[in-house]
T-cell receptor, first 112, second 113 residues
Framework: GDSVTQMEGPVTLSEEAFLTINCTYTATGYPSLFWYVQYPGEGLQLLLKATKADDKGSNKGFEATYRKETTSFHLEKGSVQVSDSAVYFCALVKQGAQKLVFGQGTRLTINP | DVKVTQSSRYLVKRTGEKVFLECVQDMDHENMFWYRQDPGLGLRLIYFSYDVKMKEKGDIPEGYSVSREKKERFSLILESASTNQTSMYLC????????????FGPGTRLTVL
């Protein structure tokens, strides 16, 4: 079945460091891909999305590019802030499907 | 501002009790979802509903039921709570036919003793 695999956490970085959180997926057809973020004590929020190959989603300084050849959607940010500390979830949905499939989540902690 | 609210942030129940978790959205969304979130497992879909009185099983429906009598309200019911249902429960909603962007509530952390 369809699945999403994220890099193991937790990830701890210093402020202003470069961030990459890896995400790969397994799915037939052409899924849409998402990154959701969960700040402490809150529900998930959509961070960015991409709906077709080579699309780049971006928001709040984060970017991710839909790479069909490597079935990947890695999340990147050039300079992280303490306020970026959260749990990040990669997810996919297939065309016409009703369900999001989530990865296991990656906890990110940024130290000042 | 769009909003999904859940009736409790924290809940403690005993094994065998019947538990109701309530979710309300104010966005007039057709679709509503219940997930449970466990460390290392991400979010797993329990049930979803695409219309009033309509429901479909998700990936882990065993031990749960749902009710949707009004468009804005979606309830998750644990008929007889068990310790392995201790978890964080998240409700979400989305606009038909866009199942993609789901709006989440803050979650209910349920402990079953």
């Amino acid at each position: 079945g369809d699945s999403v695999t994220q890099m193991e956490g937790p990830v701890t970085l210093s402020e202003e460091a470069f961030l990459t959180i890896n995400c790969t997926y397994t799915a037939t057809g052409y899924p849409s891909l998402f990154w959701y973020v969960q700040y402490p004590g809150e529900g998930l929020q959509l961070l960015l999305k991409a709906t077709k190959a080579d699309d780049k989603g971006s928001n709040k300084g984060f970017e991710a590019t839909y790479r069909k050849e490597t079935t990947s959607f890695h999340l990147e940010k050039g300079s992280v802030q303490v306020s970026d500390s959260a749990v990040y979830f990669c997810a996919l949905v297939k065309q016409g499907a009703q369900k999001l499939v989530f990865g296991q989540g990656t906890r990110l902690t940024i130290n000042p | 501002d769009v909003k999904v609210t859940q009736s409790s942030r924290y809940l403690v129940k005993r094994t065998g009790e019947k538990v109701f978790l309530e979710c309300v959205q104010d966005m007039d969304h057709e679709n509503m979802f219940w997930y449970r979130q466990d460390p290392g497992l991400g979010l797993r879909l329990i049930y979803f509903s695409y219309d009033v009185k309509m429901k479909e099983k998700g990936d882990i429906p065993e031990g749960y039921s749902v009710s949707r009598e009004k468009k804005e309200r979606f309830s998750l019911i644990l008929e007889s709570a068990s310790t392995n249902q201790t978890s964080m429960y998240l409700c979400a909603s989305s606009l038909f036919p866009d199942y993609n962007e789901q709006f989440f509530g803050p979650g209910t952390r349920l402990t079953v003793l």
